[in-house]
């Protein structure tokens, strides 16, 4: 089994052992999109769109409204918006209320979503032949 497939199984991601470059604090209140290369953490609410290359997380007290748009996010908090990642965890206090586009998502139990949801490598089309 590869390594990746581990991490997954096991509930974890690459996230969990790289460094985080920016934190939004729990007593901030940011409006405006936020671009980037490294990984965010928030822990307050914003308002806008949220694009970081390596990886977004959303703590237990967090709330956006916006997109989300990383190659790795994990959800603790609650986003009202579109989510577009390569792998999305969902824990179990996570909550989304829009649309989901990605490669690979987990979803603890307990956690709450109410959208569209899209599986599946982006930009191919799956289809099955009898």
Not at 27 to 51: A, C, P, Q, W, Y
Not at 67 to 93: A, P
């Amino acid at each position: 089994m590869a390594k990746e497939e581990r991490r997954k199984e096991n509930g974890k991601s690459n996230l969990d052992s790289l460094p985080i470059t920016t934190v939004v604090g729990n007593d901030m209140v940011f409006k405006g999109d936020i671009l980037g290369e490294g990984i965010i953490r928030i822990d307050g609410k914003v308002e806008g769109n949220i694009s970081s290359k390596q990886g977004i997380i959303l703590g237990e007290k967090a709330a956006v409204n916006g997109t989300l748009e990383s190659d790795q996010i994990i959800i603790f908090g609650y986003i009202t918006g579109t989510i577009r990642s390569k792998e999305l965890i969902l824990k179990s206090s996570g909550s989304v209320q829009g649309d989901i586009i990605s490669d690979f998502l987990q979803s603890e139990k307990g956690s709450r979503f109410n959208g569209n949801l899209k599986i599946g490598p982006q930009g191919e089309q799956q289809v099955e032949q009898a």
